[in-house]
């Protein structure tokens, strides 16, 4: 099976699913990322199409659940006060990525690291977020859905055919919560470069007029 997800979580009995939930939310923008470079890759790895790395699981390097593969990753969780900043939550998930990686590598005999400390390097030298693009508007520009560890936007990218003009708006931003993000952002549509954005219950979200 083509692996085409990755997780980063705590063991579920040690703590509460609020924060598990939390702290799974403060990797997300990394998890999206590593998730997708994944599945470009097509990797074939055995009965499994994710992998979930845990730190502090009871189980390691074997398949558990439906088609998903847990690698134990050692237990370096204090608490979410100490997430203070993104530098510091970027530090901590890349090096807990390359720990469950390493160990990836070791059994199936692959070379994700190597691949993963370039890309990773490359992707978030400038800004430690990552964008998601919607599809294209006419030539108005494009939605990004923009995660980073503390929050989800969603971003009007202004364009002129294909040249972006440096005009971005932030339409929405709430924690990065994928539950709250697929009940306010339920539907999207553009009118006349007008975006109209839906929430699950029918309310009007927010409007935004890209620039003719």
Not at 78 to 84: K, T, V, W, Y
Not at 111 to 129: C, D, N, P, R
Not at 169 to 188: G, N, R, T
């Amino acid at each position: 099976m083509i692996v085409n997800q990755v997780y980063m979580t705590l063991e579920s009995s040690a703590y509460s699913p609020m924060v598990r939930s939390k702290y799974q939310f403060l990797s997300n923008y990394l998890t999206l990322f590593i998730s997708d470079l994944m599945k470009k890759k097509q990797i074939n790895l055995g009965r499994f199409n994710r992998i979930v790395f845990q730190e502090g699981a009871k189980y390691d390097m074997c398949t558990v659940g439906d088609r998903a593969y847990c690698v134990n990753l050692t237990n370096e969780f204090r608490g979410l006060e100490f997430f203070s900043n993104e530098n510091e939550v970027h530090r901590y998930f890349i090096r807990k990525y390359f720990e469950g990686f390493k160990k990836i590598d070791q059994e199936f005999k692959t070379e994700l690291v190597a691949e993963l400390e370039e890309t990773i390097e490359k992707q978030f030298k400038l800004a430690i977020y990552y964008d998601v693009k919607s599809k294209q508007f006419a030539n108005y520009g494009y939605l990004i859905f923009r995660y980073r560890y503390n929050s989800f936007q969603l971003v009007a990218q202004c364009s002129r055919g294909d040249k972006n003009i440096g005009l971005e708006k932030v339409l929405y931003e709430c924690e990065p919560d994928p539950f709250k993000v697929h009940h306010d952002i339920h539907k999207i549509t553009v009118d006349n470069g007008e975006v109209i954005i839906t929430g699950l219950l029918n309310e009007n979200i927010g409007t935004f007029t890209f620039p003719i």
